[in-house]
């Protein structure tokens, strides 16, 4: 038993040590982010949208929602509610209605 734990230590150093030659030998990595290719229509709160809801996406996504006249208050909102519960977004409760007049209004 004794040497099966010597083994195992011996193994734990090994690896550790090697683990720490990688790291030393890691160089930095550049990442290029493509261009935005959309941006938040001009209008009142734009702001707070911009503020809540490109810590997690960019404009894009919003103009890729649908559109049309069944698409408007009541459907920003359920939007807006389930980035909030299923995603984990960290809007404030204050910000909630002034994020749903913008996209109601200008999408």
């Given at each position: 038993?004794?040497?099966?734990?010597r083994?195992?230590?011996?193994?734990?150093?090994?690896?550790?040590?090697?683990?720490?030659?990688?790291?030393?030998?890691?160089?930095?990595?550049?990442?290029?982010?493509?261009d935005?290719?959309?941006?938040?229509?001009?209008?009142?709160?734009?702001?707070?949208?911009?503020?809540?809801?490109?810590?997690?996406?960019?404009?894009?996504?919003?103009?890729?929602?649908?559109?049309?006249?069944?698409?408007?208050?009541?459907?920003?909102?359920?939007?807006?509610?389930?980035?909030?519960?299923?995603?984990?977004?960290?809007?404030?409760?204050?910000?909630?209605?002034?994020?749903?007049?913008?996209?109601?209004?200008?999408?």
């Amino acid at each position: 038993m004794k040497a099966t734990m010597r083994l195992a230590a011996a193994a734990l150093t090994l690896a550790a040590g090697m683990g720490l030659t990688a790291m030393a030998q890691a160089k930095p990595l550049k990442i290029t982010l493509p261009d935005e290719t959309a941006a938040f229509k001009p209008g009142t709160n734009r702001d707070v949208v911009m503020n809540n809801c490109t810590a997690c996406h960019s404009s894009d996504y919003i103009q890729t929602q649908p559109r049309g006249p069944k698409f408007k208050k009541d459907f920003w909102t359920a939007e807006v509610n389930k980035m909030i519960k299923v995603y984990g977004a960290p809007i404030e409760e204050g910000d909630i209605p002034k994020i749903v007049e913008y996209l109601t209004e200008n999408y």
